[in-house]
């Protein structure tokens, strides 16, 4: 059954209370399915997946409680949006391949821009503007594995507290805060003064049953923190925490780049600690070329690595994290 088009506007606030499903739409068929749980006024939480279309975790979580959920009393307003992305999700893609832009790096978007500023503009105008506290729910897509960890975009104080608060009800995951980077779903929240948190699972292109129980976990003390739902309140297990100034560190597509185009072969697992100048890999040129080897930038702990063994000149291979 197709969703009812929304009508005249996308105010929440207007919206009966109850559960309700809508279409977002803009110009030249861009636009994504949202679930909506209206209790009444207070908090509104948006939460999407599939910022980017080959990480599913988000997608899965959000859809599974689009279809379960039906609080008896929710003190506020929840808004789920499984899958933003659906160009680049129906593609397996990390970006649509319609205009081959990065969501991640377009908001806040333009209204008459490329289908995929088109979509950000619609995201960040229509339903962003009306919420109080955002998740956006990515993983490691589909080349890629990482250690989970959940992270926000450093603010001023009493932002930070609410993000801190937030990703603390992830606390499966360890913590990664670091600075503004433009082009973020998050730096969009950020313009907007939104309290906001992203959440990364280990990706491979698949659904990790334990990422799944730990985002579902998160999900639940995220609604208790805002005040959405009621219960006695849960222990949250403590986290490692990182937090950063230097813009580059969380920068995953920057680190340890392949210097060629070729074959990688991995020689350091996920999760090891490494020392700077250690060697973690090598990439073979196809055609018989010596082999490049790939060290260390470093000290710290691989908390992302490809899995692709194909790669281009420039693809990122490891991410060191100093935790
Ligand atoms: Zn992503």
Known sequence: MANTPWKKSHDLSLLPTGFHRRRFSAAGGVGFDAFIWRGGPGPVLLVNGATHGDEYEGPTLLRTWAEQ????????????????????FFAGQRCAPV???NLARVFPGKPKGSPTERLAHLFDTQLLAQVTHYADLHSAGAAYQLKPWTGYVTHRAAINRAQRAMAACFDAFWVWAGPYLPGRTLSAAFARNIPAIYVECQG????DAGDLRNLDRGLKNLLHW????????PRLRRQAVRITRDVDEAHLQVHHPAPVDGLFVPLAALDRRVRR?????????LDGGDGHDIHAESTGRIILL?????????????????V
């Not at 491979?204 to 659904?207: C, D, I, T």
């Not at 490809?306 to 100093?322: H, I, M, W």
């Open 277 to 285: 100048g250690d060697l973690l890999g090598r990439v073979l040129p």
């Open 226 to 233: 805002a005040g959405l739902t009621r219960g006695s309140a």
């Open 306 to 322: 490809r899995r692709q063994r194909s790669v281009r000149r420039g693809d990122a291979l490891f991410t060191l994290a100093p």
């Open 204 to 207: 491979l292109g698949g659904v």
């Open 99 to 101: 205009d081959g832009a």
């Open 69 to 88: 959920w039906r609080p008896t009393r929710l003190a506020g307003t929840v808004v789920f949006v499984p899958v933003l992305n659906e160009a680049a």
